[in-house]
């Protein structure tokens, strides 16, 4: 059977998506391990999730449709420049985002920012989904559009039991 | 005479007009080439602090034409990991253009670390990026014009004195500076 995070990829592609940048996770491992192998695509590993922001924003503005993969625990850090950057001048950039500190999560500390993590996207006007379900993989893809639609970041939160792992 | 980013700027704008894609840095540095010399080959930051490099780096990785990023000292150390991944992942068409005044201009003139013992000639290259020059201001139009016909990624780190003119705050919004900018990116 096909991995849950070859279906990601695909599904993202599917929808438009060329362009990615990365801050790895455990959850995430297969996910970047596709993405470094995968010519089709333009892919920047980056060192820290607001640099990956200021990279998909550079690329949307070179006519590319970015995602940005990353861990949950770096929506904390990259709130500023959401709102200065992707909020304010409207990019469409799909975050595809492991979410750590749901069931499954064997690190107590990571369970407050998985707690936080949607309330803090909602209070931001974020378009946030939550998946644990990893059948739901194509709505994940879907949301490249939506971002295009909604003409601002949008997040996918991706549960331990969506990769199966919970 | 006094040169400070706005001189440095002023002689390096028509080395850069029409010819390449710059992304501006928050604050200051965006005013002062907007009232330099606005095109829509620039991209102007109103936000987002430390994220220049980033910015021109996922735009250099999508285009062929040259990508000037105008980053700050205190822009840069906000942001150090930038340098490693230039180091590993930039272009050949990349430039990151530092001007280091030693100075958070924007802000007060406050001095950042490059005043005291921090030396980001030396980080650029410890991160990988083989072509790092550092040159003193009025040089610097040398420097971009020889990075400009060179294969890169390039760093310049051109040192100049703190202080800035009192200018206004950039009339456009910024739906308008992105949609401007990415026509000119296609053009």
Redesign the interface.
Known sequence: MTSISTQLLASLKDNGADFFASVPCKLLGDMIDLLGADNSIGYVPVAREEEGLGVCAGAYLGGKTPVMVMQNTGLGTIVTSLYSLGIFYNLPITMIVSHRGSPGEPIGTQVPMGRASKPLMDLMGIPTFNFSDGAEVAKVGRLVRHAQVAQRPVVALLDFDFWGKG | MTYRRYELLQDVAPVLDGKVLV?CNIGFPSQEMYAINDTPNN?Y????M??????????????DKKVVSIDGDGSVLM?L??L??IGN?APANYILFLVDNGAYGSTGDQPTHTSGSTDLAAIARATGVKSVIEVNGTEAVGALETCLTTEGPHVIVAKCEPGSPKLTPIPMD??A??DR??AA??A
């Open positions: 992304i991209f930051m109103l936000g987002s430390g994220l220049s490099s980033s910015i021109g780096l996922g735009l250099a990785a999508t285009t942001n990991g930038t490693s991944t992942y910024p739906g500076i992105r900018f990415k990116v296609q």
